[in-house]
């Protein structure tokens, strides 16, 4: 997994990136900027409650993506795991596609698909 | 000398200590310090009126920095001390990155106390030195229901700053309506109607451009607010009859001899007005444009204030739920934006296979909407948080 964060971490306009197991434990991490692992590991066990309790509310979600400001982090959860990307730029659906293009391929050679 | 300040903490003793010692070392005859323990309360004041703000880093029920940097946006002028229990090097820091003027450790002694006081004060000797007070900032004394009635008339949205001898608190008029009164302690129309009386009614009034609209608390109109400030007693709204119609007590037939006019001049309840169209929807009140961007086709959505409370919404089938659910998220991502180290988030959207949501934030709450993933495009969303920007001002 850390191979691949560290060809995430090539990724332009990419501040930080981690992934965290269902279980809540953190995978491996990657940031350009001083972004600690447990804010990663905070951040993305956060979104997952918020996944979470929108199952509990009949209301699934798989993807999110949130607007600071110019930033964005993006969050999408898959059976492994939550994968989390904090991005240096506002996104779109054109955006997005052309990340999880990037990204897939290295979760991909772990072992970890995404649909 | 200190003109005005405002204690934030959820710890009564230590405020009540605190606001001695500001007055005593600090004060005047002329000074005040109020104290709030509601950190949600203390979103709806005005920082812009106080010199000095003391705001714990732990509030019960929020974030202190998150509200320092609310704060300091609005109130660039005014001193911010950030009082923390457990102080550290990243607190400190925090508390300076979000525009903490001083980062003080909570006295525990009276020797802390007069130590914190000493340094207060030395903080407060800089920033009046280089920006004496001015006479006018006091204003003349005016009749308060006269401002409100002038302001109102003119359909006007306006903050009112308002200051008697003991006590200061707000008034906000949206579009010539009385939307909200608040000073410390207190909030809503039992707010309004005690600043009508603060000295006999006449005090200080400093009106101010309204940047931001406050949740709804006063939903009288302002001609029946300041008439029936005439009558004895306050009008509590759940007093009024729930049906609109006269009370009469049991075998008595009612005449407008013995019913008080201020029962006659009530608003109809919400009760009364005819309900929107919807499919089986329960909701506070129904969502009108505001602006320019139509709202584009949505499943449901509704917006809560920063209390959690529903206040709008269209085609909400579970309004509890609903409002639960949009807090919820917004409290996550309030952590998540102070791990980030970042403002709160603007929007949000939640992408599921049969749904999709957006919720876009503000300063005065969270407006939250579904749409079905099969028919809904990136446009669609996109229009969502644009008519939502236009709603909030």
């Not at chain 1, 905070?42 to 400001?69: D, K, M, W, Y």
Request: aromatic share 8%; net charge negative; glycine share 6%.
């Amino acid at each position: 997994m850390n191979k691949a964060f560290e060809q995430i971490a090539l990724i332009p306009g990419l501040i930080a990136a981690a992934f965290v197991s269902n279980e809540g434990k953190p995978g491996a991490w990657c940031a350009n900027s001083v972004i600690s692992p447990e804010s990663l590991s905070f951040v993305a066990e956060t979104c997952r409650v918020i996944l979470s309790a929108n199952r509990a509310e009949q209301r699934p979600a798989h993807t999110g993506i949130a607007a600071f400001g110019n930033r964005t982090l993006v969050f999408r959860e898959s059976e492994a795991g939550l994968f989390v990307a904090y991005l240096d730029s506002p996104v779109n659906e054109a955006v997005l596609d052309w990340l999880w293009a990037q990204v897939k391929p290295h979760f991909e050679s772990e072992g970890i698909k995404w649909e | 000398m200190l003109r005005q300040g405002l204690i934030l903490t959820s710890q009564r003793e230590y405020a009540h200590a605190m606001r001695a010692g500001l007055i005593e070392i600090l004060g005047d005859s002329q000074s005040r310090v109020d104290v709030e323990l509601d950190a949600l309360r203390a979103m709806q004041l005005v920082p812009q009126q106080y010199d000095l703000i003391l705001l714990d880093m732990m509030l019960d029920a929020m974030d202190g920095l998150q509200l320092l940097l609310m704060m300091k946006q609005q109130a660039s002028s005014t001193k911010f001390i950030i009082v923390s229990d457990t102080p550290d090097e990243t607190s400190r820091a925090m508390a300076y990155q979000n525009g903490a003027d001083f980062f003080l450790e909570r006295p525990r002694s009276a020797e802390g106390l007069k130590a914190a006081l000493e340094a207060i004060k030395g903080l407060l000797k800089r920033h009046f030195d280089s920006q004496p007070l001015r006479m006018e900032d006091e204003g003349p004394l005016i009749r308060i229901a006269d401002v409100v009635q002038t302001h109102c008339l003119s359909g006007d949205s306006v903050l009112l700053g308002v200051r008697s001898k003991q006590q200061s608190g707000d008034i906000f008029i949206y579009r010539g309506e009385v939307y909200h009164a608040q000073y410390p302690g207190k909030g809503g129309e039992g707010a309004f109607r005690d600043m009508m009386q603060w000295d006999a009614g006449q005090v200080r009034v400093k009106a101010l451009p309204l940047t931001r609209v406050p949740a709804r608390t006063i939903e009288i109109p302002y001609v029946h607010l300041l008439a029936n400030l005439e009558q004895p007693g306050p009008l509590e709204g759940d007093m009024r009859p729930p049906t609109g119609e006269l009370l009469a007590v049991s075998g008595q037939v009612p005449s407008e001899d013995t019913v008080p006019s201020v029962v006659l001049e009530a608003p109809p309840l919400k009760e009364d007005k005819p309900k929107p169209v919807s499919s089986g929807a329960l909701f506070p009140s129904e969502i009108t444009n505001a602006g320019e961007t139509p709202l584009p086709s949505v499943n449901a959505h509704w917006k809560i204030n920063l209390m959690g409370e529903l206040i709008e919404g269209s085609q909400v089938a579970e309004p509890e739920r609903c409002a639960f659910i949009t807090y919820f998220i917004y409290r996550k991502m309030a952590d998540v934006a102070v791990a980030l180290e970042v403002d709160y988030f603007n929007n949000l959207t939640l992408v599921g296979p049969h749904l999709q949501q957006v919720l876009v934030a503000d300063n005065m709450g969270v407006r939250h909407a579904v749409f079905d993933t099969a028919w809904s495009k990136e446009e669609n969303r996109i229009q969502y948080v644009k008519w939502c920007c236009e709603q909030s001002f």
